[in-house]
């Protein structure tokens, strides 16, 4: 059985940034074949690992610190004025919350949000083994959350992995034709208040990165605690760093 003591890590070459154009990014892999166990996973999330199929991983760029794990404490969230107005909007969506699985209806959603919201990066275009080696995994405790509207549509789905402490957002597709929705944003808040009806700490949502404008979003869900040299704290209350290490 693997460890955070024992474990082994690989690291990328140099490769385009996904996030910020004309920077390089590294990335650091846990060794897929070990064994990942619920706590261990926890483990590796608290320390700002994120899980793409059954790979876990973690920025390692030496010169760049721009991805920044985030979580939203949950206990203390109370949505803003903007966030009540959605809730009141989707108050007649219901929530089904599933294995995960392959289906047409599912792929077709995440298709076409692949293509309309994401044309532009490396996950176009999109395929059925992507869909499967991107959202399932072999041993994490995934649920598909599917959103449908009065008339049984699928609207939206969050995939997130169930942790000791919370829930990892691990991804979130939803129909492109339905903008006065806000559906990214409901699949937020309602992920925040499943969290909060089963007694979980935290929602972790993966990278904060300021420059990136597809990313700032997360910024909207306060408070918002961010991982940096080590210590989870809301911008501006982490400790000083030592020397020669930039926040």
Not at 34 to 61: E, N, V
Not at 65 to 84: E, G, L, M
Request: charged share 25%.
């Amino acid at each position: 059985m693997s460890d955070l003591a024992t474990l082994r890590f690989f690291s990328t070459p140099a490769h385009a940034c996904s996030y910020l154009e004309e920077h390089q990014a590294t990335t650091l892999f846990v060794d897929p074949h070990a064994r990942i166990t619920p706590k261990l996973y926890g483990d590796l999330t608290q320390l700002g690992f994120r899980r793409s199929g059954d790979y876990l991983y973690r920025p390692h760029c030496g010169t760049c610190q721009a991805c920044i794990p985030a979580r939203v404490r949950v206990a203390d969230f109370q949505p803003n004025r903007s966030q009540r107005r959605i809730l009141r909007r989707n108050l007649t969506l219901r929530v089904e919350v599933i294995a995960p699985r392959f289906t047409n209806e599912l792929y077709q959603l995440y298709s076409r949000y692949i293509e309309r919201r994401h044309g532009d990066g490396d996950m176009f275009p999109p395929s059925q083994e992507q869909f499967a080696s991107f959202l399932m995994s072999s041993w994490s405790d995934t649920r598909f959350c599917c959103f449908r509207d009065q008339n049984d549509t699928l609207l939206a789905v969050a995939v997130v992995d169930q942790l000791d402490d919370g829930l990892s957002a691990v991804y979130t597709f939803y129909d492109p034709e339905y903008p006065e929705l806000s559906l990214g944003t409901q699949a937020v808040l309602w992920q925040i208040g499943y969290c909060r009806d089963k007694g979980l700490a935290y929602l972790y949502l993966g990278y904060w990165i300021r420059r990136c404008r597809k990313m700032r979003y997360k910024q909207q869900f306060q408070p918002l605690e961010l991982l940096c040299n080590d210590v989870w704290a809301e911008e501006g209350q982490h400790p000083a760093p030592p020397p020669g290490i930039r926040l």
